[in-house]
């Protein structure tokens, strides 16, 4: 059994909209093991983003046990500051909505989050660039980002997820605007950071993306439920459980 990181007990988290209360996620149990690819398949608004936010703890549940990283997270325990620093040290986030820099070239959207972390400016510039053209981005280094395509611009959001470094990465909709030959090479790229130990949750639509997750869960009424999966990859494909 893989060692857990991500554990999910009882989670329970509605928003409340005008007069309506949304049940969002019902009683979600989950438990992801270092080194595990997991994704996650729901219809639109089946809750895939409001798990994620609440595993890269920037939401939290409402009731039921969240402990990421051998750390119980719960905002009556934390602060703001710990729960910033617990995220920079350890979860890589990757979001729906890109969140680039819009007047930064490609580049310095992964070059200045790098100079934050105290890379110095030639070693920053390095592994930016490498990150980038690991992508197939060598040719938009220097573009600014709102000239970028959407898939470009998502796949510059990785980059500077990757380049940062986490132990766990959690991913809405990576490749939702990749075509299949950049889809496939970004799962390539994420394989390898995977098969060094690295966690990835994925929430997906994208069926290309199923011989990569050693394990896929669906989100349903709110429960997630476990899929059989077919086809594993690698030799250390396996369980959580
Ligand atoms: N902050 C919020 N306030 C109110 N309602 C919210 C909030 N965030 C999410 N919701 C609602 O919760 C439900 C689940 O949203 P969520 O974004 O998690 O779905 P999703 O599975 O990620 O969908 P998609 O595949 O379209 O990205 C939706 O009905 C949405 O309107
Ligand atoms: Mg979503």
Redesign the pocket.
């Given at each position: 059994m893989r060692l857990p990181i991500v554990k999910l007990k009882g989670v329970h988290k509605s928003?409340?909209?005008g007069e309506e209360r949304?049940h969002?996620l019902r009683g979600v149990d989950l438990k992801v093991g270092r080194g595990e690819m997991v994704g996650v398949f729901?219809?639109?608004?089946?809750?895939?983003?409001?798990?994620l936010h609440i595993i890269s703890t920037l939401d939290f549940a409402d009731e039921g046990y969240v402990e990421v990283m051998d750390t119980v997270i719960d905002p009556r325990r934390m602060g703001e500051d710990d729960l910033a620093i617990f995220r920079r040290k350890y979860i890589g986030i990757i979001f729906?909505s890109h969140n680039l820099f819009p007047e930064m070239t490609a580049l310095e959207n992964v070059y200045f989050p790098l100079l934050m972390k105290g890379y110095s400016p030639l070693r920053a510039r390095r592994r930016a660039e490498e990150v980038l053209e690991s992508l197939g981005l060598r040719d938009e280094i220097k573009k600014n980002v709102q000239y970028l395509s959407g898939g470009e611009r998502q796949r510059v959001a990785v980059a500077r997820a990757i380049a940062m470094g986490a132990e766990v990465y959690v991913c809405?909709?990576p490749t939702a605007e990749l075509d299949k030959e950049n889809a496939l090479n970004l799962m390539e790229v994420l394989r390898a950071l995977c098969e060094e130990g690295r966690t990835f949750i994925i929430?997906t639509?994208d069926e290309r993306l199923l011989p990569y997750f050693h394990t896929v869960y669906t989100?349903d009424s709110g429960v997630l439920k476990r899929k059989k999966k077919e086809v594993e990859h690698g030799e250390n494909a396996g369980s959580s459980e």
């Open positions: 928003y409340v909209y949304i969002v729901g219809p639109s608004g089946s809750g895939k983003s409001t798990l729906q809405d909709e929430a639509h989100l």
